[in-house]
């Protein structure tokens, strides 16, 4: 599944340095996993969590999440590569 191994990507190394610390790497067992939670979230209503791929020229090179975290409250989150 290459949707697995772009989330492998983009939740490793650079991509979340800041968050998990240097050579932090998904394993492909949890690239799966999320990949399988976000689809069972999707079907959800009303929808609590969005995540977008950032896209340049069919190549991910990010990702933007929503969360509703109650009435009114929300967070926006990223990640990207340092330098982009």
Not at 28 to 42: M, N
Not at 54 to 81: N, S
């Amino acid at each position: 599944m290459s949707d697995a191994l772009t989330v492998q990507r983009i939740y490793s190394g650079e991509f979340v340095r800041f968050t998990h610390g240097d050579g932090y790497r998904v394993t492909a067992g949890d690239a799966h996993r999320r990949i399988t939670e976000d689809l069972a979230l999707a079907q959800e209503f009303p929808r609590l969590r969005r995540d977008f791929a950032l896209l340049i020229t069919d190549d991910v090179i990010g990702v933007i999440a929503l969360r509703v975290r109650g009435r009114g409250r929300g967070a926006v989150g990223c990640i990207l590569p340092q330098g982009t």
